[in-house]
């Protein structure tokens, strides 16, 4: 399986964490194209960020030309997704989506945690989107100030983070966590031994997602732009 993940915001050090979360996920033989949208924001938090890292997506893809049977869209609120399947014709899944139906299949209540109150609004409009907020047990976050390199959030956030999903655990009102945002991709391998939910990697969520739609296809290479 080859695909080509995409990071919409032009952070080299969440870019690398994309691409170490999506190995994660890989089988011998698969091949992941990482790379990120140059010229985007270096890190997507409000709707402005959000429209530019959209037209840098679809950039990056137009650049890259054929040869894959997938796209993954390493955002959480999925950036520029929906512009990708009007061009291509292989999947396009965006993480936010593959987070939430994986939450959906381990059943019942979820909750969303990340890393910064700015991000919190963005992701309600994702899970309302997708029409999952029935199942939204809320979306949680710490409030650190955080460093100038996004690709740095993680070393600073793990700690609280993992304390707020300890928090979280122990209300009982979920029944698995999703941590969300790109640039917590791999984190929740590592938080994982210590908690009693499960806690979903969105970034790996979407890699098994593609892998499911690359067999429902017969394992058929696809990826061509559409040539209207």
Same mark, same amino acid.
């Given at each position: 399986? /080859?695909?080509? #993940?995409?990071? &919409?915001?032009?952070?080299? +050090?969440?870019?690398?964490?994309?691409? =170490?979360? %999506?190995? @994660? $996920?890989?089988?011998?033989?698969?091949?992941?194209?990482?790379?990120?949208?140059?010229?985007?924001?270096?890190?997507?938090?409000?709707?402005?960020?959000?429209?530019?890292?959209?037209?840098?997506?679809?950039?990056?893809?137009?650049?890259?030309?054929?040869?894959?049977?997938?796209?993954?869209?390493?955002?959480?609120?999925?950036?520029?997704?929906?512009?990708? /399947?009007?061009? #291509?014709?292989? &999947?396009?899944?965006?993480? +936010?989506?593959?987070?939430?139906?994986? =939450?959906? %299949?381990? @059943? $019942?209540?979820?909750?969303?945690?990340?890393?910064?109150?700015?991000?919190?609004?963005?992701?309600?409009?994702?899970?309302?989107?997708?029409?999952?907020?029935?199942?939204?047990?809320?979306?949680?976050?710490?409030?650190?100030?955080?460093?100038?390199?996004?690709?740095?959030?993680?070393?600073?956030?793990?700690?609280?983070?993992?304390?707020?999903?300890?928090?979280?655990?122990?209300?009982?009102?979920?029944?698995?966590?999703?941590?969300?945002?790109?640039?917590?991709?791999?984190? %929740?391998?590592?938080?994982?031994?210590?908690?009693?939910?499960?806690?979903?990697?969105?970034?790996?969520?979407?890699?098994?997602?593609?892998?499911?739609?690359?067999?429902?296809?017969?394992?058929?290479?696809?990826?061509?732009?559409?040539?209207?």
């Amino acid at each position: 399986m /080859r695909l080509l #993940v995409i990071n &919409p915001n032009s952070s080299a +050090g969440v870019t690398r964490h994309i691409g =170490a979360a %999506a190995s @994660g $996920g890989a089988l011998p033989g698969d091949e992941f194209i990482v790379t990120q949208a140059d010229g985007a924001p270096t890190l997507i938090v409000d709707e402005r960020d959000a429209r530019l890292a959209e037209q840098a997506v679809v950039d990056t893809v137009l650049a890259r030309g054929k040869g894959f049977d997938g796209i993954i869209v390493a955002s959480f609120g999925d950036t520029g997704a929906e512009s990708l /399947r009007r061009i #291509v014709d292989c &999947p396009v899944v965006g993480i +936010g989506h593959a987070s939430l139906l994986t =939450a959906s %299949a381990l @059943g $019942g209540p979820f909750a969303v945690i990340s890393f910064a109150p700015a991000v919190v609004p963005s992701m309600q409009r994702l899970v309302a989107g997708y029409g999952m907020q029935e199942w939204l047990a809320g979306i949680h976050v710490v409030d650190v100030p955080l460093p100038e390199d996004p690709g740095e959030i993680q070393s600073v956030v793990e700690k609280p983070l993992l304390e707020r999903c300890l928090e979280v655990s122990a209300q009982g009102e979920c029944r698995s966590i999703v941590l969300g945002g790109g640039p917590l991709a791999g984190l %929740a391998m590592r938080l994982a031994p210590s908690l009693s939910l499960p806690v979903i990697d969105a970034t790996v969520a979407a890699v098994q997602l593609q892998r499911t739609l690359h067999f429902s296809r017969g394992g058929c290479p696809g990826m061509f732009l559409r040539s209207s």
